[in-house]
């Protein structure tokens, strides 16, 4: 008898700056990254810090119809302490869930991290299987973070990267070249997870790219693609980026352009979900709903008029806005795998 799959739904979503409180005790933050912050973080406190929580909490426990997300990846986290208290308010209002949490503490000159949480009854994390991928830079940055995740109750092993590549600060143009030395990495992981777990290991990388998804960092260096059989028929490892159906044009609801960050009231897709072919194909045992994916945007974490851009909560030096969220929208899709 053949059984039901399972359906997972998978969410993205950069914090926008989740800091610990300006006086983080030195186990929380370390004195170089306090030399860093310092002017910035003044003012931030444990009240601004755990009211960003809870408006974060709020969207991500509205994900799913209501039900919460089964895995989660983020950005700008500063360390596992703030990740533990959005879990536990995530947790509050999901008492059903029991969420476990993989971070990275990774090098970032400012302390930001990339975070997985994910729910322990679907997901669990075997022991030596996460890793931290370099990303070179004359000055620190963020590391690409691969989970290699094992399913319940089946066992398949699913292998998920977390990105939030360098940022276009002091210029798109000018900073792409380290994009570009992501994209590299993010290809070449992609390519190590297949030799490592067997060439059909279904891969799924999801993250803030700080690029489009026509950028040559992700067509070029990350190898990832619009079309769906270029992914299915080519010998070379590809990634089919699913950003395009809602990035704009023929594949975007309703044919307008989209984005996920607006900079000068423009859209840009920064976040995206990108799949290698073990998750394209149908039949697959882990297989992605394509037509899914789509960015999430809740009540009142969009601003009005003809540029619905997302409603951040801002600090770090910039207004704070107490019923803000995020300078991004997260992402969502769903994923089918076989029982």
């Known amino acids: ?18 800091f610990d409180e300006e006086d983080a005790p030195p186990t929380r933050r370390t004195e170089k990254v306090w030399r860093t912050i310092k002017n910035d973080i003044a003012g931030w406190t444990p009240a601004l810090r755990d009211r960003k929580v809870s408006q974060l909490a709020s969207v991500i426990a509205q994900m799913n119809s209501g039900n919460g997300p089964d895995l989660l990846g983020v950005c700008e986290v500063e360390n596992r302490f703030v990740v533990d208290l959005l879990v536990a ?37 075997p022991p030596d299987e996460t890793f931290f991928h370099v990303v070179m830079r004359r000055n620190a940055t963020r590391e690409i973070v691969q989970v290699n995740f094992k399913t319940l109750p089946a066992g398949r092993t699913w292998s998920v990267f977390g990105n939030h590549w360098p940022s276009r600060s002091g210029g798109q143009f000018e900073s792409q070249g380290y994009r570009q030395i992501a994209g590299e990495t993010l290809g070449y992981f992609h390519q190590r997870a297949l030799e490592v777990h067997g060439p059909g290991t279904p891969v799924l990388a999801m993250g803030d790219f700080n690029d489009e998804p026509f950028d040559s960092s992700l067509v070029i260096h990350a190898l990832s693609v619009r079309q769906r059989a270029r992914v299915l028929n080519a010998q070379t490892p590809l990634l089919w980026n699913l950003a395009w159906r809602y990035a704009g044009g023929r594949d975007a609801p309703g044919g307008q352009p989209d984005g996920t960050f607006y900079f000068d009231n423009q859209p840009n897709v920064l976040d995206q979900f990108l799949v290698n072919k073990n998750m394209a194909a149908d039949p697959a045992p882990i297989r992605v709903l394509s037509e899914t994916a789509s960015i999430l945007r809740f009540p009142g974490t969009s601003s009005g008029g003809d540029y619905p851009r997302p409603v951040p909560f801002g600090g770090m030096g910039k207004p704070i806005d107490q019923d803000g969220f995020s300078d991004h929208f997260p992402i969502a899709v769903r994923v089918v795998e076989d029982d």
């Open 89 to 125: 308010a995530v947790q509050t209002l999901l008492p059903g869930r029991a969420y476990g949490v993989a971070h990275a503490e990774t090098d970032d000159a400012r302390g930001i991290d990339v975070a997985f949480i994910y729910d322990t009854s679907r997901l669990e994390v």
């Open 1 to 18: 008898m053949v059984g039901v799959p399972t359906e997972h739904y998978v969410a993205w979503w950069n914090l926008e700056n989740l």
